[in-house]
C-alpha cells in the first residue's frame, strides 16, 4: 500500500474516492450482469448454429456423390453481398449477420441434372450458417473480453480500492485524533506552565 500523507486534505481526498468508487461499482456490476446474461444466450445461440451446420454437411453427405459429376456449381454460387449490422450489448459492439443475398444465376434446365436446384439451396443455406456462426463466434469472443476486463474491475473495486480508502481514513482519523490529543494536552500543559510563572512572579 502507498504511503499516505496524514492530513485533513487527504482525508477529503481517500473520503472521496471512497465515495466514487461506489458510486461506479454498481455500474460495473451491472454490466457484468448484462455481459453475463447476453454471454449465455451467444454461446446457446452458437451451439444451435452449429448444431444445424452439422444437420446439412449430414444431409449433404447423401448429395456427395452427385458432385462427383461438376455441374458447375462455383459458377453458379456467388455471394452478391452479405449484410451485417452493429449493434451495441452493455458498451460494446457487436455484428450481427442480417442476410446473405447470392447473385442470381439461374442454371440452364436441359444442361444441369435435377438435383441441381436443391443442391444449391441447401449449399446457399450453409454457406448463410457458416457466414452467421463465424459472426457469433466473434460475438461471443468480443463479449468474452469484455466480461475478463469487467470482472477485473469489478474486483479491483471491491476488494482493493474501496478497502484501501476505508483503512486509509480510519488510519488518517486516527493519526488526526491522535495528533488533536496531544495538541490538547500541550495546550493544558503550557497554560499550567504559564500559571505557575505567573503565580510564582
Known amino acids: 500500500m502507498a504511503k499516505i500523507k496524514l492530513t485533513k486534505a487527504e482525508l477529503k481526498a481517500q473520503r472521496e474516492a471512497l465515495h466514487r468508487y461506489q458510486r461506479f461499482l454498481p455500474t460495473l456490476q451491472l454490466k457484468k450482469e448484462q455481459l453475463q446474461g447476453e454471454l449465455r444466450r451467444v ?3 452458437l451451439a444451435e448454429v452449429r448444431q444445424e451446420l452439422d444437420r446439412i454437411r449430414s444431409d449433404l453427405s447423401e448429395w456427395i456423390s452427385l458432385f462427383s459429376e461438376d455441374p458447375g456449381l462455383s459458377e453458379l454460387i456467388h455471394i452478391q453481398t452479405v449484410q451485417v449490422r452493429t449493434a451495441n450489448i452493455a458498451g460494446v459492439t457487436v455484428r ?3 442476410d446473405v443475398q447470392f447473385a442470381a444465376r439461374v442454371p ?4 444441369t441434372p435435377p438435383w441441381v436446384d436443391p443442391g444449391l439451396d441447401r449449399i446457399k443455406k450453409l454457406i448463410r450458417l457458416r457466414i452467421r456462426e463465424e459472426l457469433t463466434a466473434e460475438k461471443y469472443t468480443v463479449l468474452s473480453r469484455e466480461l475478463r476486463t469487467a470482472t477485473q474491475r469489478v474486483n479491483l473495486f471491491e476488494k482493493v480500492k ?3 480508502c476505508r483503512e ?4 488518517i482519523r486516527i493519526a488526526l485524533g491522535e495528533e488533536q490529543t496531544a495538541a490538547i494536552a500541550r495546550a493544558k500543559l503550557a497554560k499550567s506552565k504559564i500559571q505557575e510563572w505567573s503565580t510564582g512572579a
Open 43 to 45: 454461446s446457446a445461440e
Open 96 to 98: 450481427h449477420l442480417d
Open 108 to 111: 440452364d434446365l436441359k444442361a
Open 162 to 164: 474501496i478497502p484501501d
Open 168 to 171: 486509509n481514513i480510519r488510519i
